[in-house]
């Protein structure tokens, strides 16, 4: 059983920043990827930023210049140092964990969310 802990979402102004902490603990054999997905009222899940065991990253366009996403390999810790917020960034964010069983067997983790949300 794999569990992901949030924390750091909340509320400010636009133009300001947040710090999203997630960390995975449990039966943890081969992380592949980690990362962040947001859902906005009415809108689908969308992706916010991924981090691979390469180190390799990837960004929304919306968000490429103001979030930077960094991971902790030794803690199963990823973070989202979130800049110039801005308004359409509201909503509630999820944490995403990909990992590999002995059998190869890949599988999705999800976080409970937390949500953000920012002011004009």
């Known amino acids: 059983q794999v569990h992901l802990v949030e924390s750091g979402g909340g509320l400010v102004q636009a133009g300001g920043s947040l710090r999203l902490s997630c960390t995975a603990s449990?039966?943890?054999?081969?992380?592949?990827?980690m990362g962040w997905y947001r859902q906005a009222p009415g809108k689908q899940r969308e992706l916010v930023a991924l981090?691979?065991?390469?180190?390799?990253?990837n960004y929304a366009d919306s968000v490429k210049g103001r979030f930077t996403i960094s991971r902790d390999n030794a803690k199963n810790t990823v973070i989202l140092q979130m800049n110039a917020l801005k308004p359409e960034d509201t909503a509630v964010y999820y944490c995403y964990l990909n990992v590999a069983t002995p059998s190869k067997i890949w599988l999705d983790f999800w976080g409970q969310g937390t949500q953000v949300t920012v002011s004009s």
């Open positions: 449990g039966s943890i054999f081969s992380v592949n990827s």
């Open positions: 981090i691979i065991s390469d180190s390799s990253t």
